[in-house]
C-alpha cells in the first residue's frame, strides 16, 4: 500500500480581514487619541513620582508659567470663558466686536495684559502670537490682572479645578506670585502638573 | 480565494485577448504597516498623561490657633538651584548649623529618613525655596515628603534671617 501523503495546503492566505481589522482599530485609535492642547509656550513640567491622573471633570482652569516667567491662563470651560473676556473687557473698557470675540474664543490661551487686548483681539490668535503679543499676564503687586481673571472664572463657575504647569526651570519666585495671588482669593487647594517618574524602591 | 483564473481556455478562437493580471495583491507590507501605526498610536495616548500632584495650602483667613510644634521636631529645607541647604532651630541663633547636600537618593532624602526615624510621627519639614531656586526644585522637594510618607510639612517664603545664615555659612 502506498503511504498516505498529508495533503498539502497552501502558505498564503488570505489577509484581507486582518487587514480590515487593523485598519479599523487605526481609524478608532486615530480619531479616539486627543491632541494636546495649544500652548502658548512650550512647558517642559518637572517630574514626580504621583501616580494620580489629572481630573477634569467640573472644569479646569490651568495656569501655566514658562521658563521666562510668563503667566498665562487657560480653561476648558467654555461658559467661563465667555464669561471672563465679557467682565475684562467691561472693566478695562474695551469695546468688544463680534470678530474679537470669535478671534478670543477660537484661542485657548489668555496671556496679554488687558491693554493690548484690544489690539491682539482684532488679529488671529496665530497671528498675534508670531507678532510676539503673548507675552503673559501680568502679576506684580501693582498690576495683578490674573487675579482678575481667575476671579471671574470662579464666579461663573465656582466648581472649576486650579491646575498650575510650570515649566521645571522657571523660577520659583514666579510660582510663589501665582500661589500668593490665588490665596488671596481664597483658593488654596492646586494640582501641580508634572510629568510621571518612577518610584525608588 | 480571490484569485482569477487568468491562463485562458486553452488556443482556441482566433481573438487575441491582452494578458489579464492577477487581481490577488500581497497585503503583508499593508498589514504590517497598519499595526505599527496602531502600535504607535495606542502608546502616545497612553504615555502622555499628565500627572498631578495636589498641594494644599494654609487658609489665610482662618486666624485659628494652629497646634505648635516642637523645634527638635522640626527640619527646615532650603532648596536651592543645585543643592539643598537644611537646618534644625532658630536662624539667629549662633548654635544653629546649617548643612548642604544635593538632591540624590542618599543626600536629603536620607537626612529626612534619619531624622524622622528619630522623631517619630511629629517631624514637621518646613520648605522654605530660596532666590535662585527653580520651580523643579520645589516639585523634587514636594517628591521627597511623599516618598518618604511625610505628611508634615509647610512651604514658606524665605526669611531675611534664614537668607542671613546660609550667607553666613558660607556654603
Known sequence: MPKVKAKRHSVSLDMTAMCDVAFLLLTFFMLTAKFRPEEAVTITPPSSISEKALNAKDGMLTISVSNEGGV???????????????????????????EMKKNYMSSEIVGYPAGAMRQVLNMKPSEAKDKGFVKGIPIDSANNELSYWVGYAKLSNPELKVAIKGDQN??????????GTLQAQNINIFQLITSPENKPK | ?????????????????????????????????GFLLITFFMLTTTLAKPVTMQLNMPDKTDTKETSPVKLSETLTVCPDENKVYYYQGIPTEAGTKLEVTDYSDTGIRKVITDLKAKVGSNFTLVIKPT?????????????????????RY???????????LIK???K
Open chain 1, 72 to 98: 498665562y491662563l487657560a480653561t476648558d470651560d467654555q461658559m467661563a470663558r465667555e464669561f471672563m473676556l465679557e467682565r475684562m473687557a467691561n472693566r478695562y473698557g474695551v469695546a468688544l466686536t463680534g
Open chain 1, 170 to 179: 522657571s523660577s520659583y519666585k514666579v510660582f510663589a506670585d501665582v500661589i
Open chain 2, 1 to 33: 480565494m480571490a484569485e482569477i483564473d487568468s491562463s485562458g481556455g486553452g488556443k482556441k478562437g482566433g481573438k487575441k485577448r491582452s494578458k489579464k493580471m492577477s487581481t490577488k495583491i500581497d497585503m503583508t507590507p499593508m498589514v504590517d504597516l
Open chain 2, 131 to 151: 532666590k535662585k531656586a527653580k520651580y523643579r526644585n520645589m516639585v523634587d522637594m514636594l517628591d521627597e515628603c511623599a516618598i518618604t510618607n511625610n505628611k
Open chain 2, 154 to 164: 509647610a512651604l514658606l517664603e524665605i526669611d531675611p534671617d534664614t537668607e542671613a
Open chain 2, 168 to 170: 553666613r555659612s558660607g
